[in-house]
Structure formats: C-alpha cells, structure tokens
C-alpha cells in the first residue's frame, strides 16, 4: 500500500542520525531522550543505532496535519544507513529489521506520549525473525504485542478489548503467565488480535512495513496534543509549543529467553536520595512489561547474580552518566543474549527528600559546586518536605481517589467529616480528628477552620478564602474540588458513585489535590532534623538579595516563620486578630454603634440613645485595645530585634456583622407569625444598623484607610496598642521594631492625614511611658492609582508593601474568587492568559504597574524600602520578578517561607528552574 506523505523536498533539516547529530545534547531540538541517545552513542557507550525526528517537525506537522517538505525522505534515508549498520531491512521477509518509535519532548512527560515497539512485523516477517532467532515463540511473542500496541495507539481500538484476547488466550491455557504459552498458542493469539482490530477500527490491519512507520510517526506527533499531554503540561507548567521528537530506534530484545532481559534504574535512590544504584529489571520481557506491572520485577541488585557481567558493565555505565550530566540519571536498559544495550538516560524525577539530599551530597563529593546544587532543587521540591506525607505503602491500599481539585495549600490530612464549623469545632474540642467540607468558606467559619485537620471546598480557587487562610495556617486545603458535590445541608459528599456522610473517615492528599475515602496514615516532617534541607537553604540565603518575610498574625505563626528562616514579619493583618474568641461581640459593638457615636459627637446636646451608642462604641474600643496590646507584644517579642509590619484594620465592616439576608428573613418571619416585644424589636434594630453599612461593592468601600479616616477612633486605639505593646518590651530589655501600615491608599491626602493622626498618637504614647522604640508609618500599595502617584505617597510614607492580590483585583477588573470559579480556568487553557494572574504575578500589567510605582516612590524619597506581602510572595515566579524589580523583600505564609529562600537564591544565580 502506498504511503501517503508529502513528498516534496525542502532544505530544513528535520532528521539527526544519533551517531552524527551536530549537537548532541540539544534538548529544543532533539528532545531529551534524542539527546540522550544521541549522546550515549557519540560516547561510545552500547546504544542500538536509531534516528530523531525533531520538535520542529512536530510542531509543523501540529499546524498542516502532515509531515513537512522533505522530512519523510529523510527518514527514510536515515533508515538505510541504520539498515545497513545492522545488516537488516525493514519489511525483509527473511532477516527483518524491527524498530521502536519513541516520543521525546525536551522535558520528561513519563506516560503522557506514545511509544510503538516491535514495528516491521507482519504475516511474512514474523516467519523470518522465526528462523533468524530460531526461536519460533520469540517472534509471534513478539507480533502480538505489536500488533496490540499498534492498534491501541495507532488504530485506536480500545485497549480493554486487546487485553481481553490476550487474557482469554492465558487462561484457555490455565496461566497467569504470558511467558506460559506456547508458539503456537501466540500465533493463534496474534490472528485473533488482528481480527479484533480490523473488526472494530473497520480496516485491515496495516502489513506494508514503511505504512506502518509514517502512521507511527504521525500518532506519536498526534499524541503531543492528546488530552493526558496537555493536561500534564498544563500541571507543570510545560510550553504546549515545544513539541515532541519521534526517535526510530532499532529494537533489541529482552524477550528472547532467560539470558534476555529489560529493566529500568536509577543511579541513585528517587525516593530517599541514598547513594545506591535503584531499579528493577525482568528476565525475558520487554519493557512495556515492567512498566505496566504485567509480571512482578525484580530489585535490581538481584541481576546482580543473575548476569554479573552484564550487571558489572550496567554499574559503570551509570556512574559515567551521573558524571557527564552531574545529576541523577534514570536509565532504560535492554539485554539481548547477554549483551547489554541502553535505551535512554535522562536527569530523574525524584522526590522532595531526593532532590535535596542529592544535592547535598554531590557537593560534598565535589561533582558539583554549591550553586549548581541550589539549581538542582525545585521549590517544588523542597515544599514537599514541609507538610505531612502520607505513607506511601498505605497510599496503594487507599484505592482510587474519590475526587480531586486545586492543591491550594499542600499536606495529607485524616479525620471525620464535618460539614458545620461550629460542629468542627466542637468535635476536636472533644477530641476528634476532622476534615471540614464546605461549598466555600467565610470568615465566619474562621473558627471551624482553625480546628479541622484540613479543609475541602467544592468552590473557589487558589486564592480563595479557604486556600488563603489554610495557607496561612498551615494546614492541606484542597479547593475547587467540582467534581465533589458538598450538601452541606445533608451533611454528606458524593463522588465517583460513592456517598459519605458526616462522621465518616477521610484523606486528603492536599499536594496533589485528591481525596480518598478511609484513613490513610500520615509521616510528620521533621524539619529541626533536617541536616541536608537547613545546608541548602543556608547556602540560598548566602546568595540571595531578596529578604524573606511572613505573613503571620499570632505569636505562634510568627514563631513557626522565624524558625523556617523569615527575617521579618510583612504583614501581619489586625482584623484577623478580631475574630478570635470573645472578642467578635465587641467588635460589633463598635461598629454598629460607629455612626451614632460619630453623630453624638458632632451634636452639642445629643439624646439619650445617641449617647448610650457612643458609650458603647468607646467601651468596645477601650475592651479590643486591651486585647490588641497582648496581641501586638506576643507577636513582636517572637521577632524581637526583627521588624514586624502590622496592616491597621482593612476588610469592609460588613464581614465582622450579621448576614444581612438572614436578619432580613428572621424578622420577616417574625412578623409573618405574629411576634412582638423586646426581642422582635432588637432584632429590628440590629436588622437597621446592619442596613448602614450595607454596600452593593464592598471590596471598593468603606474598607482600608477610608475606615481609619471616617472613625479615627478604631485605628487610634490600634496604634495605641502597638506603641505600648513596643513600649512595654523596650523597658523589659528586647528589641522590638514595629512598622505601622495604612491600607489602600489612593491618594496623597489620604496619607498625609492618616500619617499625622497616627504619629501624634504614637508620640504621645511613648512620651508618656518614657521609651524611644524606633518605629516607622508606611502603606500598602494596593490600587493602580497608587501605583502612578506614588512619588506623592512616598513624601508621607516610609515604606511600601504591595498588596498584589488586590493591586491584581484591581488592575484586571476581576473578582478574586469570582473569576477563579467561574472563568480564570478556561481563559488559561484557552491561551487568553498565560497564568492565572493570582497564583503568579502578571509581568507584562500589574508588574509593570509595580515597576512605576517603585520608580516614582524611590525618586520621591531616596532608599525607600518597598516588599511585597500578597499571596505571590511564596510563588517562585512571582519572587523572580519581584528580584528584578528590584524589592527589597518577599512575605509569604510562614510554610512557603523556605520555599521563597530557594526561589530568590535562583532569581539571584539567574536560574529559572525546569520541569524535572
């Protein structure tokens, strides 16, 4: 049968012999298993003789749906020269060349791609590889899988139904193993397979060998824009225009008897790091054999008695490989008759624990220096480290996970299901272990949160509130989880045709985002330990610039960031302080009594309720100052002698209120049933002063510095707070260095009045208990205005923190959490963003925003310091950008605090890390 390619003939060049590519360790162009083979053969090391088709190639076949001017020429040439190298032809009926058709994009997508082995076989050939191996069950052995994997990848027929053939065939033969049957039993399997697949893709199954090559080659590059691809790039982040190789490898076999074999190896632990060659091998099978689990491997120490030859030959190779690429090598190896062949070596996946222990360890052996091994480690990495694992034996006996969504903030998590933060809370205070499952979280479940072991939305995104507060605390959050539908009012969880109900066990593997039904028992971190993570984290900040800083708002949180290395605290959020137990009824008191109070005030006789309202509002102030001056000296004696930046109170009053629409309902139904008196009348009143501060567009009113100007009163009381609190731990010997910042400021006159107000109470304060804590007023940077007239905030402030998470609200038009349920998802898959701009800062708008900001502040006032303390603070990118922008610091939850060292050590040695 003709073969239907474009056969015109261009110049480009789009195929590279291994044993001659120009540039053999070109990854753009070869991918990385070209490169590897490429290299390997150039080396002189035992590498079957093969071909690469090249990423250009794919990706021009990506946009015309066929290979390129020239490209199938080429190949073609390059497979005579691997014909004549090896004495065989492809489609010769008595002494057949076979080969491998391989993906290989430049960064490893293990699974994602196609692979089509044992390719040439046919009726005829399969007879000729009989007698030239005279081994008659090796070479329909040999057909079958081929003629299974071609159907699968190539013809599309569905795997299940080839399984099928092939296990009906075992157990007509009383086996469970493939090796059991006989020649003839494989023949008649093979015949059978080819029935199947002619019956369901309704074609014959394709016996022209060069038909069989060009339909491989076009399905391995079909295969770079598959769904399981794409989805996996999306995940890490790959380029979806890199492209795939294709390599045409000349096959070797393992499956020619026991002196015959296929394994796969690392040259050292993924798993722990530990020096010490780690795989598994399988005598008499090919590789597809090991991968798919088909028969149970052996460790590969074992091939050691086995062919010690072979193994004594394997051991060397690895070590020269770690060596050319000074990295941990994962190896794919074949042995025909007792001769060994490499297939693939590449720089391995590994685990947190390997990555860092590694590289560690390849510095003390001086194979690298101590900047190469800081670009060694992912963030990702060393994340991994931080939260609790799950046992990985137990993890295998969990089953299929029930769902899975975003991996908003990482760690394992087991308890009971609890639908209600009030029962959340009650539950652990008797003791129990929970896991709160909610649609989305409030502020109002803050107390629930607080308690559970981890936290499940079904709603939300990254930066929702669920992901931002369980950031902050340091607990697995997995968010957005859609595929999960959370009845909270029945208080139970379907997914995957399975119910829960509350009460019962779950997992939460919140670092990959999936959710299992059970217990599953976790591993603690235990970082103080950690020799290894503590040397490469302190040879990351002997390179870094950027400081590193936490956002924390209690004394233990400040505890846990300083000793994960933080210099500083970068915001530490006041309101948050307001919700804790006892204090919410006071803070309502203020707020709902503000506006009377204000009203008092301003009159020269007011009446009896306007008084009473403002005796309230200032018995409220007077009740959360004295709570504020404990929280402000626990926080800043934990960061004694470091600086501690404390936002004065920012979010709209209505979170600290009743839900409107419940108040509304109440008192409707208490009319509709007739009720009255006291209690009806209350109601009315709160319903009133609920009604005050109602507003159609919260997160754009009365919020922020607007507040502190409107009710001076609030943040007078704050900072009065602060400045005894520093006051208080001056005269007792410690070093305390608050920094106080005015939220959302837009404009020079908000910061000039909001300045003077706050400094004259400051002064007073410590005038008046005779200390000279240095302190300094500064802002947060978070409204595009601010960002364009910041030389005219700078003449008032003394430092700038960007707010990026509203400075990102405000610059798009986009609600946070609204956005990332509703459209965020589709417009990065679609291409209309390149990242969601609240998980990673957005270069080219909101960083440019920053870049003016930063401009005009300094020129304004000279060494102006200026950080940043939104959620992209613990983002490696974001803290890439902030380096070249030229900040002084990143603060980030206290658990990403390591995470952002490592970072701002690779923005600082210029290394943007890699897929690995």
Excluded at 648 to 674: K, T
Excluded at 782 to 805: H, K, W, Y
């Amino acid at each position: 049968m003709a073969v239907n390619v474009n056969t015109r003939v261009d110049a480009q060049r789009w195929v590279f012999l291994s044993k001659d590519a120009p540039d053999p360790g070109n990854k753009d162009l070869l991918g990385g298993k070209g490169a590897g083979l490429a290299q390997m053969t150039q080396a002189g090391l035992p590498v079957p003789p093969a071909f690469t088709i090249t990423t250009e190639a794919c990706n021009a076949y990506q946009e015309s749906n066929d290979f390129p001017p020239g490209m199938w020429e080429q190949a073609v040439e390059a497979l005579r020269e691997i014909e004549a190298e090896t004495g065989k032809r492809l489609g010769d009926a008595a002494d057949p060349l076979l080969v491998s058709v391989r993906s290989g994009a430049k960064f490893s997508m293990p699974g994602m791609m196609d692979t089509v082995l044992n390719l040439g076989l046919n009726d005829e050939t399969v007879q000729g590889l009989a007698r030239q191996t005279n081994n008659e069950r090796f070479a329909w052995d040999a057909y079958r899988r081929f003629i299974q994997m071609f159907g699968r990848i190539v013809m599309g027929v569905s795997g299940e139904k080839l399984d099928h053939v092939f296990d009906a065939a075992k157990k007509a033969a009383g086996t469970e193993q493939d090796t059991d049957l006989t020649a003839e039993q494989l023949r008649a399997v093979a015949q059978e397979l080819k029935q199947t697949v002619e019956r369901e893709a309704g074609r014959p199954f394709p016996t022209d060998v060069m038909e069989q090559l060009a339909l491989a080659i076009k399905a391995v590059f079909g295969s770079w824009m598959g769904k399981r691809a794409v989805d996996y790039r999306n995940e890490v982040h790959i380029a979806h225009d890199l492209g795939t190789a294709v390599n045409v490898v000349a096959m070797v076999f393992g499956n020619m008897g026991d002196d015959s074999g296929t394994g796969v190896a690392f040259t050292r632990n993924p798993s722990t790091g530990e020096k010490k060659l780690f795989g598994e091998f399988l005598p008499n099978a090919q590789g597809e054999d090991v991968v798919a689990g088909i028969r149970t491997p052996i460790v590969i120490s074992r091939m050691q008695e086995v062919w010690p030859e072979v193994y004594a030959e394997f051991q060397a190779i690895a070590d020269t490989l770690e060596a050319t690429y000074k990295d941990v090598q994962d190896l794919e190896f074949t042995v025909e008759r007792g001769k060994l062949y490499m297939l693939q070596t590449r720089n391995a996946k590994r685990t947190g624990r390997a990555a860092v222990v590694t590289a560690v360890q390849m510095v003390d052996e001086g194979i690298l220096s101590r900047e190469d091994a800081l670009k060694r480690v992912d963030p990702t990495h060393v994340q991994q480290l931080l939260v609790p694992q799950f046992d990985e034996a137990a993890r295998k006996t969990a089953g299929k996970p029930l769902g899975k969504g975003l991996a908003a903030s990482p760690g394992a998590a087991v308890g009971k299901l609890v639908f209600d933060p009030d029962r959340a809370e009650q539950m652990t205070l008797d003791g129990e272990s929970v896991i709160l499952a909610r649609k989305e979280t409030s502020p109002e479940d803050f107390h629930g949160m607080a308690r559970a072991k981890g936290i499940l939305t079904s709603r939300g995104g990254m930066t929702s509130h669920a992901a931002v507060v369980a950031r902050q605390m340091g607990k697995p959050c997995i968010a957005g989880a859609e595929e999960i539908d959370i009845d909270v009012a029945n208080r139970r969880l379907t997914a995957g045709g399975v119910t829960l109900y509350e009460g019962d066990w779950a997992s939460m593997d919140a670092a990959l985002g999936e959710v299992y039904a059970g217990r599953i028992p976790t591993v603690e971190p235990d970082i103080e330990r950690d020799r290894e993570l503590a040397t490469l984290l302190g040879w990351a900040d002997d390179v870094r610039t950027l400081g590193v800083h936490a956002n924390a708002d209690t004394p233990g949180e400040a505890t846990r960031a300083r000793a994960l290395g933080a210099v500083g605290i970068g915001l530490c959020r006041t309101e948050h302080m307001f919700r804790d137990e006892g204090r919410l009824e006071h803070v309502r008191d203020v707020i709902l009594n503000a506006l009377d109070a204000k009203r008092a005030r301003k009159e020269a006789t007011p009446d009896a309720s306007l008084q009473e309202a403002r005796e309230r509002y200032e018995a409220g102030l007077r009740t959360l100052g004295e709570f504020q001056v404990g929280d402000f000296y626990g926080i800043l004696k934990a960061m004694d002698g470091l600086p501690v930046i404390i936002r004065l109170i920012d979010p709209p009053l209505h979170e600290f209120l009743p839900s409107r629409e419940r108040l509304m309902v109440e008192v409707a139904l208490a009319d509709a049933a007739g009720r009255s008196g006291t209690d009806l009348d209350e109601m009315r009143l709160e319903l009133e002063a609920v009604e005050r501060f109602h507003e159609q567009n919260p997160m754009l009113g009365l919020r922020g510095c607007r507040l502190g100007i409107l009710f001076p009163e609030i943040v007078e009381m704050q900072v009065r707070a602060i400045a005894l609190a520093a006051a208080r731990l001056k005269s007792e010997g410690l070093d305390p260095r608050p920094k106080i910042m005015i939220p959302l400021v837009g404009t020079r006159g908000e910061m000039v009045m909001e300045r003077t107000l706050l400094e004259r109470v400051v002064k007073d304060v410590l005038a008046a208990e005779g200390s000279d804590v240095a302190y300094k007023i500064g802002t947060m940077i978070e409204l595009p205005r601010a960002c364009m007239v910041a030389d005219q905030i700078a003449e008032s402030a003394e430092f700038f923190s960007f707010g990026t998470n509203d400075l990102t609200q405000t610059t798009f038009g986009y609600s946070r959490d609204d956005a990332e349920g509703k459209f965020l998802g589709e417009y990065v898959e679609s291409g209309i963003l390149p990242i969601n701009p609240f998980e990673t800062l957005d270069r080219d708008g909101v960083a440019e925003l920053m870049k003016i900001a930063i401009e005009k502040g300094r020129k304004a006032r000279s060494g102006l310091e200026i950080g940043i303390c939104g959620e992209h603070g613990g983002d490696p990118a974001s803290v890439q950008t902030c380096h070249e922008l030229g900040l002084n610091y990143v603060s980030c939850s206290p658990g990403r605090v390591p995470i952002a060292r490592l970072a701002a050590a690779h923005a600082a040695l210029g290394h943007v890390p890699a897929d690995r």
